[in-house]
Every structure is written in C-alpha cells, then in structure tokens.
C-alpha cells in the first residue's frame, strides 16, 4: 500500500545535523539554530527574548526545534502529495 501521511518518525528522520549558537544583535542574545536534512537541504530558524537576563539558550532551542519540525512536515507533506500527483493518484 502507498504511503499516505506523513510520520514523526519521517520528520526526526530528516532532521541530520542541528547547530545551535547564541549571537549578541541589537543587545540581546539571539538563538540561532540551523538543521540539515538529510539530502543536504539546510533549515534556520532564530528565537530572542525580551529581558536579555532572562535569556536561556535551551528554550530557544527548543522553540527553533518545533519551527523547524513544523516545516520539515510542511515539506515532506508537499513531496508525498506531489509524488501521488506524479503517479497519477491526486
């Protein structure tokens, strides 16, 4: 049986390399997190806070994580639908 969805498990799949780095802009530290697919295809995502005393690197990550995940699911989604349309199940 064809696929029909996409997974969890497809999107930690792809989800190669992760990168996370603290960057000063502005005065306030940014967290900066960047995933490398696994066909190579790179994802970025930045979070900042309001206090910079309150900033706390692993949150960002955590908020980037979800973003990136959200867009990992986002394309996987596009390419099963346009692998069906390709083979002529819309």
């Known amino acids: 049986m064809p696929q029909i969805s996409v997974t969890k498990e497809q999107v930690a799949e792809n989800m190669q390399d992760v990168v996370c780095r603290t960057e000063m802009e502005f005065d306030k530290p940014v ?18 806070c309001v206090d910079p005393s309150a900033y706390d690197e692993k949150i960002g990550l955590e908020i980037c994580l979800r973003k990136i995940e959200d867009r990992i699911w986002y394309l996987l989604g596009f390419l099963l639908q346009e692998n069906l349309y390709q083979a002529g199940r819309k």
């Open 31 to 48: 967290c900066c997190v960047t995933v490398r697919m696994k066909n190579g295809f790179t994802l970025r995502e930045s979070t900042t």
